[in-house]
């Protein structure tokens, strides 16, 4: 014998077992407004229930093929009340087991599995009301925005109060700064899944495809990349003192000064200065040594005028180095705002092996292979190209070529990169050895390099 629900019992209730819950239809959705509260008073929660029982009563009356879309738009943990969250929950549960998740159906499952929460949502007259026929023609989409605004503005609230500790803690200035950044980070909404057609979809959208980013080395951009960089997690590797930084910075000239994108630096080895005179000396073919280390005073009128230009050209675009080894989540709410304030095309880390871990661990090899993680989710979180800088092991030094497993203390790197690019030079001579490309083919590049310039130029020579 079985306590399974008829439709008749929805016809009527017993006022005496099951508690009359008021329903009243929802008006049409406007932005949330939260209104600050007076002073010394505590703020209201930040809550949209009348948005939440449409978007629930909505999932009722939408057939399971299309219950999909009301999921890409909110999630169970975004509903404020506790049993509305609940029964999303559940609802999503049995759309990803194929079971129905019609009025009956959860009435049935809340009876023999749940009464708890089926007293919370009030009973079966509670379940009646969010199902009302008015549900069928409302807009949800506005409604499922309502509830998702009011999760973010919570916790930028929760984040908020957080920070505000932090300045209370007894950390130093430097620490509770770095603490307060990481934390905005946490403010982000993930990227959702999508389903494969809708991936494919997208990719033919291109009005709303990322834009490929060259690098400026011809031969590779055309062949190996088919256009340029595209979103994803990539690893320039090589010996100490054979040029990483000088082939970094020969790519933001192309990038930055001539495709006028917007790229965020994190440099370890250079200092904002330091980069803007190797950016003169690339730009304007200019004596980078002299630049550098030259007492400016003593600039030869050519050289004043390089730097000048170079700063002009700079301040008119979204371009921001960061001096100093980051954690990886703050590098990544670092980028994350850029992206919200004025877009973002690339990240560039110079460089893996000394960012600093967000969890320090014992062992330098795990640390490592976790900052090269969380370089290659912000790269997926943020649709972006993020390059990533790497040292080479010592065992590579002295050798004709380097490979792949003289990645220094982490095979977690090649693991995680969709390409690693490893460079190699004697003298003038350079190649540029695309040794890894998860998604097409590897190829050696002959490279040469110009001392005076400290740049990268492609050789003549084919491949």
């Known amino acids: ?82 049993a509305h969250r609940s029964l999303f929950g559940l609802m999503v549960d049995r759309h990803q087991d194929g079971k129905p998740i019609d009025l009956l159906a959860i009435a049935n499952h809340l009876r023999q599995f749940d009464p708890r929460l089926l007293d919370d949502l009030g009973g079966l007259s509670g379940l009646t009301g969010l199902s009302d026929e ?83 080395i011809t031969r590779f951009d055309i062949d190996v990349l088919h256009g340029g960089l595209r979103p994803g997690y990539y690893v320039l590797a090589g010996r100490t003192s054979e040029g990483k930084s000088a082939l970094m910075i020969s790519m933001l000239v192309e990038m930055v000064l001539y495709q006028r994108k917007s790229a965020l630096v994190v440099s370890v080895e250079m200092s904002e200065d330091t980069i803007g005179l190797r950016f003169a000396a690339i730009a304007h073919g200019q004596h980078a040594a002299r630049l550098i280390n030259g007492d400016a005073a003593q600039y030869s009128t050519e050289e004043r005028r390089a730097v000048e230009a170079t700063a002009q050209a700079l301040s008119d675009r979204n371009f921001r180095v960061v001096p100093r080894p980051m954690k990886p989540s703050e590098i990544r709410a670092m980028a994350g705002q850029m992206q919200r304030e004025a877009g973002l095309d690339i990240v560039f880390v110079d460089y893996l092996q000394r960012l600093h871990p967000d969890r320090p661990m014992n062992n330098r090899v795990v640390e490592v292979g976790m900052i090269s993680g969380a370089m290659k989710t912000m790269s997926e979180e943020l649709q972006v190209p993020v390059v990533a800088l790497a040292q080479l092991s010592r065992a590579a030094v002295g050798r004709e070529k380097p490979a792949l497993h003289h990645l220094r203390e982490s095979g977690d790197i ?40 400290m740049r990268f130029t492609e050789s003549s020579t084919t491949y």
């Open 414 to 453: 090649e693991q995680d990169a969709d390409q690693v690019w490893l460079l190699s030079r004697t003298d003038e001579e350079a190649t540029f050895d695309v040794a890894k490309n998860r998604h097409g083919k590897i190829a050696e590049i002959p490279m040469r390099f110009i001392k005076a310039e």
């Open 134 to 216: 008015y549900f069928k023609g409302i807009d949800w989409p506005a409604y499922a925005r309502a509830i998702r605004d009011c999760w973010r503005l919570r916790r930028i609230e929760a984040v908020g109060r957080e920070i505000v500790d932090l300045a209370y803690s007894g950390e130093s200035a430097d620490e509770a700064e770095a603490d307060a950044i990481a934390r905005l980070g946490r403010i982000e909404i993930p990227r959702r899944d999508r389903s494969v057609p809708d991936a494919l979809r997208a990719r033919l959208d291109l009005d709303h495809a990322p834009a490929r980013v060259k690098t400026g």
């Open 1 to 82: 014998m079985t306590n399974d629900i008829d439709s008749a019992e929805f016809d009527g209730f017993d006022e005496e077992t099951e508690p009359a819950v008021a329903f009243e239809a929802p008006p049409p959705r406007v932005a949330v407004t939260p209104r600050r509260p007076r002073h010394g008073a505590q703020p209201e929660p930040l809550r949209d229930l009348i948005a939440e029982r449409a978007v629930l009563g909505r999932a009722f009356w939408r057939p399971a093929d299309e219950f999909a879309d009301v999921v890409a738009q909110v999630a169970p943990e975004m509903f404020w009340r506790p």
